[in-house]
Structure formats: C-alpha cells, structure tokens
C-alpha cells in the first residue's frame, strides 16, 4: 500500500518483537506544561480524538490530547477473557431511562486510549450517500450539511490507515479495499449459506482487521475476542492506529486525566482550555483553541456541566440542542440451532454482512433500514440470549450446555434522531462531584417496524441454513448524535466543520456531530469526520478559530 | 438428573492453561482457588444472597462454582455495568433492597426466610418476579435483569462452566487454526450428544 506510511507511521512505529507498545516512544513523549498556551487541547482518545491529535501533530501544531483512562499496553493490560475485561467499558455511575432505556458500559462505552474502539467489533462500513440526505429523500431523519463526496477521500484514506479487509462492496458507493477479505468461521459460514439459499447477496467484510502483516502488525490469530480489546494489535483502533504517529510527531497523549469543564473567557466569549483531575488534583491547561471529543454521552455531559455567566444552561446550549438527537441502532440479534457444531467463539465476531436492507423500500410501511451481520457472543453475553428466553436456573444451564451449536446474527436498524432522546444531567453525582448523565430512550412506530423486519429476515437466513430452532434477544448498539451538526445554529451545535456555533474556538469531533446514523457501524464514519475537520484546521490559521 | 456434564466427555479447560499468555492465565486460574471471604452481603443477605445466585445459577444441589463470593467481590469493589436503570437505585442498594423483599415475600408465603423455604416456593418466588409487573415498587423487569446480569457474569467466568459448554476460555496467543462449521481444533472436543437439543428434550 504507497503512501500509507508516509501520511501515517502508526504501524511501523510498534514493535516487531511479539510485544505490542512502543515503550519508548511514550517515554520520550512530548509534555507540555499546563501553563503553556498550547495550539490545541482534546479531550477524548478515541476514534475523533485520535484522528485529530494525529492529522494536527502532523501538521505542526503543539497538541495535548486527554484521556480520561488508561494509556492501554495490551500485553499487561488486556486479557482473552470476557469477566477479565471490565476494565475497558466506561462504568462510572450513569442514569438511563425512558420507556426503551438503552444499556451503556460494555454495549457502547469505552474507556482509555484508543476508546470505544478498542472493544468494537472491528466493522467498518462506509454510510451511504443516502445517509446524508434522509429528511429531503425520505421525509425522516435530517440533513446534513455536508454530503457523501465530501467524506469520500477520507473514507478511502482511514481505511487504508487501519486498513479494512473486505470482498468489493457493492452497496451505497461501490468500491474496494485494501486487505482482502478473511476466510470465514462457521458463524460466517452459515450465514453467507442461508443467504445463498434465499438470494440475499452477503459479503465478507469490512473489518478493520490486518489480513497478512501491516507495518508491524500481524496477522489476525482468529481468537474470537475482538470485544476483549485485540492482544494481537491486528484489530484496529486509534491506539494503535494513529496515537503512535501522533507521538511521533509531537503530541503528547495524557493519560488518566478527567477533564471536568470547559473554561470560557466571559469577556470574549472564547474557550481558554480545560480544567481536569489526574492524580486527584484539579489542574488547568491552558489551550488556543479546545476540541471536545467524549462521545455521545459525555461530550453532552462535558458541556452541560461547563455552564457558565456566558452560557447558563450549558455550553453551547443556547437554542437547546445539546445532548439531544441521541441515537441508537435497533440491534436484534438472532441465533439459530444446528445439530453441526457451529462454534462461533471461533474466528472474529465480524465477519459477514449484508447491506441489501439498507435504504428505503417503497413496498415497505417503514422508511429506511438495516444491516445484517455475524456477531458471535461468547458465553457471558451468549447467556443473556438464554435468559432473555425466560431460561434460568437448571435451564439455564442446560440451554447454555448447546453454545457450540448456534449460530448469531444481528441486525444494526437505523433508528431516527428524536429531540426527546437526549442526555441530561441527573441529580446523582460522581465520584468528582460532577452530576452524572442521565440518557433518555424511547423508540418511534418505525423503529419498530425496522426491528420486526430485520428480525424476520434473520429468521428466513438462519432457516435456509438449516436451523432447527431459532431464538431473538432485543438489544442496542453504538451511540451517535447528542451535539449534531447542522447548517444553522437553531438546529445543531457545530457546523459541517465540527466548529461549535457558539464559541468560535471550539470544536467537537466525535459520534456526536453525526446528524443520523444509518445502519452501519459508526467508527469509520467518526474517523473520517475528524479527519476532514483537521484538515480544514490545517489550512487554516492555528488557534484563530 | 441433568446430562449436561458429560457432554464434552474429559474436556477439562483449566488443563490448557500453560498455553495462555500469563496475564489472562492470572486472572483466569484465581476464580478457582479459595473463595475470599464476604465482604458485601452482611448478615440475613448472606443467605438469600446465596439462595437465589445458586437458584438462578442452577447449582442447589451442587455449588460448585462459587457465584456467591463472585458477586459479593464484585459489589464490594462497585464494579457495576456502567449504567443503572432510573427506577431503580444504584446497583449494591438494589441488592439490598430486593434480597429484603424476597425474605418478606418468602415469609408471608411460607413463614420462613427465604433460605429456609422449600426449594418450590423459593423457585415460585422467583417466577413470580419474572413474570413481570410492579415488585414492591420496583419494575419486576429491571429487577430480573439485574440479578441475573450479576448471576450469569460470574457463572460463565468459570472455567468449570467451560467445561460444561465446550469452550475453551482463552485463545491467545495460540488462536484457532481450524475454523468452520464442524471443525475442531485438537484440543476441543465434539459433542457427544449433537442431535439433543436439551431444552427441547426438556419440555
């Protein structure tokens, strides 16, 4: 692949030893005093965070980015066990309500360098051109205020970086990848079957897995704990991705450090760094301009809990969008029975797709759509299937005793942006002081339509295949929206730049912006939005705003 | 009784450890040694606690697998999901409180606490929380959902409960080598009973 490297060293910058952290770059690491006025501060290493750290270091700009968790070593750090992992989800006390409460922690919530991305799955899918146009094509949803071809090179370019393994995709824009595709497990296996049966095209990919080395990541080992955080360094994510060039080139990543509020000049009305706890003391960096990258519900959080004389009902809140539109995707998994040992524990989760439910279909009483794709739980979350069935007890058990028999699928559904689900914050507080969020959900009629479709679709693929029984558990997944982008300022919080409307100096380049979501996988869309907001940053003047 | 124990005949996953990278095999081996003591559940709690994790869990007859001090380690470190439900207070307080109203409801049904009812009405009990609705105030759902959540985590984090299921815990660094409906690596073992779906058999 020419030109990776020379754009992005992320992956010969790691060692080729069998270890996975470059221990002395960290060391070596960049670090900035808190009362240098450094070019740009932001808050949240995950996939937004890391993108911009990276594409701006490497522009020349004096970048700190913070952490609220660890600075992850995969060797010591992360375990190949499902209990053993708990430490890379976000669990500090949050509310969710609603009449559909969405589960946060392990389903969406990351932790530490590299974020959410360190437990996903490792699919990255493009959106569709269609997504960016939902309210216009379809009467649902929103606009953005860019479209597809603005995000089209950084697609192809942050695919390149992690690099996506995959068959040529046909849907939305068609295009190709630059791993090929990995050789399916049974889960897969079934699938891609049941679809063959039924006529439903299915492709292998896209995951963000190395098929064959890349740098000095190596190939995948197809251990089945891609949600475990990868001990290979073969799933990608900005830890390994972006934050070593990053270093590389200057930034200085500080770990462990939760920042509490965005300070604002009450004279100018601009943003004049962050306030953050590290090593229980509060301190404050000084920074020309901040961009807040926390995800979905603590970006909201982070800005409503910044209120201040200038913005009383939280930061950038003025026409009351912060923390609204919030999304989720409508994610019902459905397994199937085979006699034939499936052991879908066996090779990564992400496998499979299908994206032929995708967009509107006119026949149907419902608007928009959904994925389909492998997911493999392993027993703790194969468990929760058993009991969402009513199974407890000996039951239980012996429900459980058939795991290497069944085969997963689930469906991402694009479910709307709804003003009502939102973050608030609640009356609990946490171990900062800090009110905690609260995340209302409730779904709309054509969520539901969606669920009870794509639900009927995964029955249809498994029973082709030859399943004898099949079962369904309700879930969620991923989170997008709560801080959107919009053309004016009544409607969103940042602009088609990521650049708050309220205060000229700030950005937000996370999950947040997303206007609507699609039915696909978030990260890569988050990667390439920030990528594309650093880029404008770079042509212009730094800390100007 | 139940034949789900010789389903994978000699599968014995902890006898795979060496081929685990040490971290994983630390945490892994210590969820079989000596249970440390409670810390969380005090007095009456102790025993409802373990009645109900040991009903939910399907070991009356035989705890093999200490649920109890697994759930009680990790109340006392707060190590909860990251998120609670509104209606309900956080995750430890809603222990208490529930393991409470089952003591309550087994004494107005059988004059006893609940680990002292018969194994019957304590399961009827429990039932009756599943079956949803209103639970002394709280939704019966939320409720179910977090007790099993605590119960499943620390079942299916045992090695022994590997056993039982055929998986085989750990994979790195040695990975899977023979993916695919059917195939085996060599160190896991066919299911001696394949066409026996046991909840079928069951009903």
């Known amino acids: ?545 | 009784m139940s034949g789900r124990r010789d389903r994978f005949p000699g599968f014995d996953v902890l006898g795979q450890s060496r081929h685990w990278d040490p971290v994983t095999a630390g945490v892994v081996t210590a969820r079989t040694g000596p249970p440390a003591p409670l810390k969380f559940f005090v007095g009456a709690e102790r025993a409802c606690a373990s009645a109900v994790l040991n009903l939910l869990a399907g070991q009356v007859d035989e705890p093999r697998i200490p649920v109890l001090e697994m759930v009680d380690a990790r109340l006392a470190a707060g190590e909860t999901d990251g998120w609670r439900y509104a209606d309900l207070p956080e995750d430890g307080q809603a222990w208490r409180d529930t393991l409470a109203y089952l003591d309550g409801d087994a004494d107005a049904r059988c004059g006893t606490t609940f680990a002292a009812a018969p194994e019957k009405d304590q399961a009827a009990l429990l039932q009756s929380v599943l079956d949803g609705g209103d639970w002394h105030g709280l939704p019966a759902a939320h409720v179910w959902s977090l007790w099993t959540r605590y119960a499943c985590t620390a079942l299916y984090a045992h090695p022994s409960a590997w056993d039982e299921i055929g998986f085989p815990g750990p994979a790195y660094p040695r990975g899977y080598k023979n993916t695919g409906v059917g195939r085996l690596e060599s160190f896991e073992v066919p299911d001696a009973r394949p066409a026996e779906d046991p909840v079928v058999e069951d009903a």
Not at chain 1, 114 to 119: D, L, N, P, Q, T
Not at chain 1, 219 to 240: D, E, M, T, W
């Open chain 1, 1 to 545: 692949m020419p030109g990776v490297r020379s754009r992005n060293e992320s992956a010969w910058l790691l060692p080729n030893d069998g270890t996975r952290t470059n221990h002395r770059l960290r060391r070596d690491m960049r670090r900035f005093a808190d009362s240098d006025e450094i070019d740009l501060v932001i808050v949240g290493c995950g996939a937004g965070g890391s993108v911009l750290a990276q594409r701006l270091a490497r522009a020349g700009w004096r970048v700190a980015a913070l952490d609220a968790g660890p600075f992850w070593d995969p060797d010591a750090d992360w375990v190949s066990d499902e209990a053993g992992s708990h430490g890379l989800y976000w669990t500090e006390p949050r509310v969710i309500a609603g009449a559909d409460p969405v589960p946060l922690g392990s389903n969406n919530s990351g932790r530490g360098v590299g974020g959410s991305m360190v437990h996903y799955a490792g699919y990255t899918p493009r959106f569709h051109p269609s997504d960016f146009t939902t309210r216009s094509s379809d009467g649902v949803g929103a606009d953005w205020p860019l479209r597809y071809a603005d995000l089209r090179p950084y697609y192809a370019a942050i695919e390149q970086e992690l690099p996506v393994a995959g068959e040529h995709w046909p849907w939305g824009d068609p295009h190709g990848y630059p791993h090929r595709p990995h050789p399916v497990g049974g889960n897969g296996e079934i699938f891609l079957r049941g679809a063959r049966e039924l006529g439903i095209t299915a492709k292998v990919g896209p995951v963000a897995i190395t098929n064959g080395r890349f740098g000095n990541r190596p190939h995948c080992i197809y251990r089945g704990f891609c949600l475990q955080g990868c001990k290979v360094n073969a799933k990608a994510s900005p830890l390994i991705t972006h934050i070593p060039d990053a270093l590389a080139h200057g930034a200085e990543v500080r770990a462990d450090a939760m920042v509490t509020r965005v300070a604002i000049d009450s004279r100018t009305g601009r943003a004049l760094g962050v306030y953050y706890v590290q090593g229980g003391r509060e301190r404050f960096q000084r920074a020309a301009m901040v961009a807040v990258a926390g995800y979905s519900i603590e970006t909201p959080r982070l800005l409503l809990n910044s209120a201040c004389d200038r913005f009383p009902d939280g930061l950038c809140n003025d026409f009351d969008q912060v923390g609204r539109y919030l999304m989720v995707q409508g994610a019902p998994q459905t397994a199937g029975r085979f006699d034939a040992e499936v052991r879908m524990y066996k090779a990564p989760p992400p496998e499979v797709s299908t994206e032929e439910f995708y967009e509107t279909d006119p026949g149907k009483d419902y608007k928009r759509g959904f994925a389909i794709q492998t997911v493999s739980p392993l027993p703790i979350t194969w468990a929760e299937h058993v009991v969402a069935q009513g199974h407890w007890g000996r039951a239980l058990r012996e429900y459980m005793s058939d795991y290497v028999h069944w085969s997963c699928l689930g469906a991402l559904c694009e479910f709307l942006p709804l003003p009502e689900n939102r973050v608030t914050l609640a009356d609990e507080k946490d171990g900062h002081g800090l009110p905690v969020a609260r995340f209302e959900y409730s779904q709309c009629d054509n969520d539901r339509a969606l669920m009870r479709a794509a639900q009927a679709v995964m029955e249809n693929i498994l029973r082709a295949a030859g399943a004898d029984e099949v079962i369904t558990i309700q879930r969620y997944a991923h989170l997008v929206g709560g801080a959107r982008m919009a053309k004016q300022k009544e409607y969103g919080v940042v602009d088609g730049n990521c650049r708050s409307f309220a205060v000229p100096n700030l950005y937000i380049t996370d999950g947040s912006v997303l206007p609507t979501q699609g039915s696909a996988n978030p990260a890569l869309t988050i990667m390439a939005v920030a990528a594309r907001a650093a880029d404008r940053l770079a042509a212009g003047a730094r800390g100007a705003g």
